[in-house]
């Protein structure tokens, strides 16, 4: 138990502890009064439903996040990493530290992910449920996780690979080739995420012609916005809350709208819910979310680059270092690098919630700001969404600003 792995503990239960303190602040403003901007989504009835659903769902998340918390803390101070690691070695005659590595995480994503997955269901099948959003089979569930499962070990297992590869090929120096193998596959990702990865689980088909096909595409002609690419998918399918995105870059750029969307709002409405997407490529949001991405990549493996080969590392967690062995070095890593995630997702969110109030204002001015705000308004009553969160969770967590500003901001807009 040598320095590093104090500070491994001190950073995990200082996050749980900001978590919950957070969490308590939230809870309790779920009783401040509501924004006058807001204050006709909710009769009484709806709103008494909205705090019940909440609380449910922060009561889980409580329980998650402190069954998460004890499980880590339990496997490092009973040395439960160390002998999964020696289990490996002996059991596996000569393997080498690579395919070690790629077993090691393997064997604590899938045991991870199997014993979240009781609160997974209690979420979805019984809180989800009772509030009538739920619309997934447990078939679907299933499915669901085994072909999550099969992407993970596919491509998670791939780039696991190659980083470990590059590591033992290069050294400290292996992070500039890792920046690029890792920023070529988010790039792709971003372009074809919508056309490989989304059909695996639901079905996309182009929107039909009518009304609303042609009120999209006047509008997008209006405002120089090339739109070949307008599809529906069927959320409906695992839940009746409504969303709309935008994805892609380039020739590939296309708009998906789900199909309980269109079920809500009306053709002017959608519109104006397109328009604040539109607006977000228009004012290069979207270019501006990958380099930030790039750059928190950077980060990561430009730091990790200059301890990879430390022994302490590897020590921390009661094995002895050995060249080449560098898995966990890289476990161990990921939970001293979270103070620093967290800060760079509370600057990425900070630029996100500026990007939103950006998108909303051009919705607002080259089309209309009246049918967004009612658009948002039937969202947040839909998805029974916080209409009063606490000022320190949005800057934490939100990466879009409380439905509240953003009424505001849109009533300035002539």
Do not use: C
Not at 71 to 85: E, H, Q, V, W
Not at 205 to 210: F, N, T
Not at 217 to 239: Q, T
């Amino acid at each position: 138990m040598n320095t590093i792995f104090w500070i491994i503990i001190g950073v995990l239960l200082f996050d749980y502890i900001l978590e919950r303190f957070l969490e308590i602040l939230n809870s309790n403003n779920r009783k401040a009064e509501i924004p006058k901007e807001v204050s006709d989504i909710y009769d009484t009835e709806e709103y008494e439903k909205q705090q019940l659903y909440e609380q449910e769902k922060s009561r889980i998340d409580i329980l998650s996040s402190t069954f998460s918390i004890v499980l880590i803390l339990g496997m490092l101070f009973f040395n439960g990493f160390t002998l999964l690691d020696s289990y490996i070695y002996a059991s596996f005659t000569g393997i080498s530290h690579i395919f070690a590595g790629l077993i090691f995480f393997g064997i604590l994503f899938f045991a991870s992910d199997i014993l979240s997955t009781p609160f997974e269901l209690y979420n979805t099948f019984t809180i989800e449920e009772k509030y009538g959003f739920n619309k997934m089979t447990y078939k679907t569930y299933v499915f669901d996780k085994l072909k999550s499962w099969l992407i993970t070990a596919i491509l998670g297992g791939g780039i696991l690979y190659v980083l470990l590869l590059l590591i033992d090929t290069f050294g400290s120096s292996f992070w500039i080739y890792a920046w690029l193998v890792l920023s070529s596959i988010m790039i792709f990702f971003t372009m074809f995420y919508s056309s490989i990865i989304v059909p695996l689980f639901n079905k996309q088909k182009p929107l039909e012609d009518g009304e609303l096909k042609t009120a999209i595409e006047n509008f997008a002609s209006k405002v120089g916005f090339k739109l070949d690419n307008i599809f529906v998918i069927d959320g409906s399918k695992r839940s009746t809350k409504a969303n709309a995105y935008f994805s892609g870059i380039g020739s590939k750029k296309r708009i998906v709208l789900f199909d309980t969307l269109i079920q809500e709002l009306s053709t002017e409405e959608i519109v104006a819910v397109l328009a604040h997407e539109i607006g977000h490529y228009k004012k290069k949001h979207t270019l501006q979310m990958i380099f930030a991405s790039l750059f928190q990549t950077a980060v990561l493996l430009f730091l990790f680059g200059l301890f990879v080969a430390e022994p302490s590392l590897t020590e921390a967690l009661n094995i002895e270092y050995e060249p080449g062995k560098y898995h966990i070095a890289l476990f161990v890593f990921s939970m001293l690098y979270a103070p620093i995630s967290f800060i760079i997702s509370i600057l990425i969110n900070m630029l996100s919630r500026k990007n939103e109030y950006e998108a909303d204002a051009f919705a607002g001015t080259h089309y209309n700001p009246k049918p967004l705000e009612t658009g948002l308004k039937t969202l947040v009553k839909k998805n029974l969404s916080n209409l009063t969160p606490h000022p320190w969770y949005v800057f934490f967590y939100y990466s879009h600003p409380p439905v509240s500003d953003r009424i505001k901001a849109l009533r300035k807009i002539k």
